[in-house]
């Protein structure tokens, strides 16, 4: 595996070990040259995803993409770093069981939504917010009062 900061291609593997749920394997690496440290993961793939973008145009499905767009999310929210791997596995677990060969970025952006809707409301929002492209403050009251009163709260405290 080559090293992400010197581009060496001699690292080392220092530890190895399931993800929480087993989903992945977790290995923790060293280059040899600048002894730089990263993690890599194993995971099972059923197959090859193509997005189909909002402007037509058809890229790979790219998981380090889906994952940093729910960290934004669930920035400083209570939820740990295994529980968010869980939670994009289960995304991208439902999009591989797809039919459709190419899938709209809309169709994983709701997908997000409804899974962030379940788990934590301030990040819903956010998320909403970003995929939505709320232009104006009653777009973001229209979405607060679908979470209910504890959410709306904690969400305002926020902003
Ligand atoms: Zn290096």
Redesign the pocket.
């Known amino acids: 595996m080559r090293?992400?900061?010197?581009?060496?291609l001699d690292?080392q593997v220092r530890d190895s070990r399931p993800s929480e749920d087993h989903a992945a394997i977790r290995r923790r690496r060293s280059?040899?040259?600048?002894?730089?440290r990263f993690t890599t993961f194993e995971r099972v793939q059923l197959r090859e995803l193509t997005i189909i973008k909002r402007d037509g145009r058809m890229v790979p499905f790219e998981r380090e993409k889906l994952t940093r767009s729910i960290q934004v999310a669930l920035r400083k929210r209570p939820v740990s770093p295994d529980r968010i791997e869980q939670l994009v596995s289960k995304v991208v677990r439902t999009l591989e069981n797809d039919n459709d060969p190419a899938i709209p970025s809309e169709k994983v952006g709701r997908l997000v939504m409804e899974t962030l809707k379940k788990l934590d409301g301030v990040a819903y929002v956010r998320y909403a917010s970003v995929y939505r492209d709320f232009r104006e403050a009653k777009d973001f009251h229209r979405v607060l009062g679908e979470l209910g009163d504890s959410f709306a709260h904690a969400v305002e405290e926020e902003r």
């Open positions: 090293c992400p900061h010197c581009g060496a690292t280059c040899s040259e600048c002894g730089a």
